[in-house]
């Protein structure tokens, strides 16, 4: 008997923890084949999770607030690339840069936040789709800023940023001045492996914040408002209020991120950057285990480290096994939209699987009765 | 009593109507402070209405508001959102609970109103950053679960409760607000087992005691009997009776709700058909309806009969067609002729000549935005192939539209159907109008066996009339064998040749039409869970 149940609680936690034991799966399987050395992934993984960890726990506030997997990431973004081009037109580099880039992105970011929100407040039980729309939606209008109106409207100077015809951005901004300078002023090598403190640092604070937040009033709200609005509503919460909070506060953070990615990276790939990145934010916290209504700071980061050794390892593995490295470049884009899918799958059957347990529940107070009679 | 002090709430002739159609009129109602009053009546008697205007929901707004006076400690108040009513110390209990589910008891019972502390964040960006006081929160909803009396763990969340233990905790709720002096408790009963509606009763006797006066709507009589001061039965929109309780019996108060109108028995036409075979048995049904659960039930069904299915809300008779028919996930055996039917295929169902009428019209029961004539047309259409005509050898089907605009006239002419013409669209119609398309979708089919699920629901009374005779003529002239669901007892007893009631998700019971009201009365009260 408890074996069995043993055995029960095993198979429990297989089916609750699919998506990421299967990435443990093909991660042990590629590391070996792909032949890269212990300190080279470590330092890789590093780095990425200093680029990326923020971007992605930005995610955690509109599935507290039952949004789902948001997509309003994608708006901050736009607002850091914004900030940081024209912070680079005025070649304030470095650290002061960063910050002001940062600070700059914060009313972009609530501008473009609060529209969101509005919109999905008129779209409930819709949140992921819409938000994934609306940001093709800003996407164009982002566009139309970047390519129309920087230069004849919003003064841009310097011929580095600015496309040879004389108006628009280049479609990519160099941040040379500013790359990895975050990552770089409190470093420490453990090893062979760089160690960016100071990232990891205003990481960790963003993590207290968010168990901080939980605890107030407001964090109290949204959980009320992610379980059920309508029990929220009738206990006098501002539940359309409390959803446009949430949606501000996640693009305000995920500007934060966005600067923090840039920064990394040492450039801005001006009409693409911030398009991949919400699927690649949701996909990593997908794997991560997380679900629509349910995401941790664990998940994040479990979700981080599984993701992108899949993403270093795949395409050296596929190009050792199949001797061409584009089948692992598109192993790795069909994984994470692949991911995406399985999971919102997996939601889905769980869900239904909890609805029809009642009719067995009742069929089966009938076979006892019978039984007993 | 202490009927000296001014009363605590006095309503005084309160009416209500829902566009032209009369739920409540002239209610009067007076509770002192710790009292306890029991409301009891049929479904759609007008207790949850009543309950809704004192508490001023939107709903009552919305529909245009209400006639008569409210006062409250001998002052009149006219509450426009459930906040001022709240505000002014009315408490109320839902039948649907309005729990957080992934929230502790205590996070639930101080919901809103969470005790706060102050903190840096929040001196800059407004209280919404105060951080929950943990500590309070717990002596808060301890010191509510005492004054209830019945202990619940504070800790627990509330999707890992039994469902009773949910209740204790919306009481619980209201318990915490200070200024409670009324509670109102909607069918608490309902989802509690014998023990704990026990200790609800006398949780009930300890608020009395405390000053709190209770307003308590149940269908179980004998916990009205053990716990209230006073009884007020309704029925159809009125206060039939308005008694004390020690002066009373289950008997008489069942009696109350189902009404002693006996004089319309004397036109009905009840048949006998204990001789007829059986047409469709039902074996060890259960249906997953929310709110409408069935259990076990096992029913046989005489051809060329009318059979009512009745019962209280919530007791499972609309889970019974809404199963059969697969509307709702169910399991047992169905046979129509001695052939059985697969549960869960709507498809099947109709296949086999079943029809059905849902309660639900505007939802399942019509195309809102589509023509007379394709409402009436439609399932026969996609069921039967009927109304089409087939070219080159059946590739390619038309719509006979000429077959179809000539039934639709003949029903429209049959059931008295107000209309513009057949190719007016269904939301325009008025409801009773509409429900008459809905039976005329179904005579259209011209089934076997058809069910009609609560079809005078929210229709005149004229209509129902029109409605009620058209199902009667088309079982005697059409032989058709049906089983009507109904809440209103008295209009199964005009058309129907035997009654079941249902109650607690099984069959309580199976009378002819002739007897009295009270038996059926005592029998839906029987099994009430």
């Known amino acids: ?373 | 009593m202490q009927t000296n002090s001014p009363p605590l709430l006095e309503m005084r002739n309160i009416k209500k109507d829902f566009f032209g159609n009369q739920v409540l009129t002239d209610i009067n109602l007076t509770l002192h402070e710790g009292e306890v009053l029991g409301l009891c009546g049929e479904n759609g008697a007008g207790k949850s209405t009543l309950m809704k205007i004192l508490f001023g929901m939107d709903v009552i707004r919305e529909t245009g508001g209400y006639e008569g006076e409210i006062l409250l400690d001998g002052k009149p108040v006219s509450f426009s959102t459930p906040f001022e009513a709240l505000e002014a110390g009315i408490g109320m209990v839902h039948q649907e609970f309005s729990l957080i589910p992934g929230f502790t008891a205590a996070e639930n019972i101080v919901l809103n109103r969470e005790p706060k502390k102050r903190n840096i964040f929040s001196e800059v960006f407004g209280e919404r950053l105060d951080t929950l006081d943990y500590n309070e929160i717990t002596g808060r909803a301890e010191a509510a679960i005492d004054k209830m009396g019945f202990h619940i763990e504070k800790n627990m969340r509330i999707s890992d409760m039994p469902v009773g233990h949910k209740q204790f905790t919306e009481i619980a709720r209201e318990l915490s607000k200070e200024n409670l002096k009324l509670l109102i408790l909607d069918e608490p009963t309902a989802v509690l087992t014998e023990k704990e509606a026990e200790a609800l009763l006398r949780s009930i006797r300890s608020m009395s005691e405390k000053g709190i006066a209770v307003i308590f709507i149940t269908h179980r009589l004998h916990e009205i009997l053990s716990v209230c001061d006073k009884v007020v039965v309704m029925r159809d929109g009125f206060v039939v009776s308005d008694v004390p309780a020690a002066e009373t019996t289950v008997n008489e108060i069942s009696k109350w709700m189902v009404g002693r109108n006996v004089s319309s028995a004397d036109s009905r036409d009840i048949r006998d058909t204990s001789g007829s075979r059986t047409i469709l048995s039902i074996r060890r049904l259960w249906v997953d309806m929310p709110g409408e659960t069935v259990r076990d039930v096992s029913l046989d069904v005489r051809e060329g009969e009318i059979l009512g299915i009745g019962g209280l809300a919530g007791q499972g008779k609309l889970g019974i067609p809404n199963g059969i028919m697969g509307l709702y996930e169910a399991g047992g055996t169905v046979e129509l002729d001695g052939k059985p039917i697969p549960l869960n295929a709507p498809r099947k169902c109709l296949d086999a000549s079943l029809a059905f009428v849902s309660e639900d019209r505007r939802g399942v029961g019509l195309l809102l935005d589509e023509t007379l004539e394709w409402n009436i047309a439609f399932p026969a259409m996609q069921v039967q192939n009927k109304f089409l005509r087939s070219y080159l050898g059946g590739l390619v089907k038309w719509r006979d539209e000429k077959g179809i605009r000539e039934v639709t006239e003949r029903y429209i002419d049959e059931l008295a159907i107000k209309c513009t013409g057949s190719k007016q669209k269904a939301r325009e119609l008025s409801g009773g109008n509409q429900q008459k398309i809905c039976l005329a979708k179904a005579f259209a089919l011209e089934p076997k066996f058809l069910f009609v699920s609560e079809p005078t629901r929210g229709i005149d009374i004229g209509a129902k009339a029109l409605v009620l005779n058209a199902l009667k003529k088309f079982n005697r002239e059409s032989g058709v064998t049906v089983v009507m669901i109904s809440s209103e007892l008295e209009e199964l007893r005009q058309i129907c040749d035997r009654i079941a009631i249902v109650s607690g998700g099984k069959i309580a019971g199976i009378r002819p039409a002739s007897d009295p009201s009270e038996e059926f009365g005592m029998l839906m009260v029987s099994m009430v869970k």
């Not at chain 1, 042990?28 to 080279?40: D, L, R």
């Not at chain 1, 992605?56 to 690339?81: D, R, V, Y």
């Not at chain 1, 040379?176 to 403190?197: C, E, S, T």
């Not at chain 1, 629509?292 to 479990?302: C, E, P, T």
Request: charged content about 15%; glycine content about 10%; proline content about 3%.
């Open chain 1, 1 to 373: 008997m408890k074996n069995e149940s043993f055995g029960k609680k095993i198979l429990n936690f297989i089916g609750n923890n699919s998506v990421p034991i299967l990435f443990v799966l093909i991660c042990v399987i590629c590391i070996p084949i792909s032949g890269f050395s212990a300190s080279y992934l470590i330092n890789e993984i590093v780095t990425r999770m200093g680029r990326n960890i923020f971007l992605i726990l930005c995610l955690l506030i509109p599935i507290m607030a039952g949004m789902g997997l948001n997509f309003g990431m994608t708006l901050g973004a736009m607002a850091a690339e914004l900030a940081l081009i024209l912070v680079s037109d005025w070649q304030i580099w470095g650290i002061p840069g960063i910050v002001l880039a940062m600070i700059l992105s914060i009313p972009f970011s609530i501008v473009l936040g609060t529209f969101c929100g509005k919109i999905l407040n008129m779209a409930k039980g819709r949140e992921m789709i819409t938000s994934y729309i609306i940001s093709f939606f800003m996407n164009g209008i982002y566009q139309l800023i970047v390519l129309y109106m920087m230069g004849p409207i919003i003064p841009i100077k310097h011929s580095n940023v600015k496309l040879p015809r004389g108006y628009g951005i280049r479609n990519s901004v160099d941040l040379i001045h500013m790359r990895q300078y975050l990552d770089n002023l409190i470093a420490v090598r453990i090893g062979g492996v760089k160690i960016p403190v100071l990232t990891f640092l205003i990481i960790g604070v963003l993590c207290l914040f968010i168990i901080w937040f939980r605890k107030t009033k407001l964090g109290q709200d949204m959980r009320a408002v992610g379980q059920d609005m309508n029990v929220a509503r009738d206990a006098g919460i501002n539940v359309e209020r409390t959803r446009i909070i949430s949606i501000v506060m996640s693009t305000v953070l995920a500007g934060f991120g966005m600067v923090i990615y840039l920064q990394n990276m040492g450039n801005i790939a001006t009409y693409s950057s911030h398009s991949q990145i919400g699927m690649f934010c949701i996909a990593a916290l997908l794997v991560g285990g997380a679900s629509v209504d349910r995401a941790s700071i664990g998940n994040v980061f479990l979700g981080v480290i599984l993701f992108h050794t899949m993403f270093i390892v795949a395409p050296k593995a596929g190009a050792m096994i199949t001797g061409d490295s584009m089948i692992g470049e598109y192993f790795r884009v069909f994984i994470s939209y692949g991911v995406i899918t399985l999971s919102l799958i997996l939601y889905e059957t769980k869900k239904r699987k909890s609805k029809s347990l009642v009719g067995q529940q009742l069929a089966q107070a009938q076979k006892d009765e019978e039984e007993k009679a």
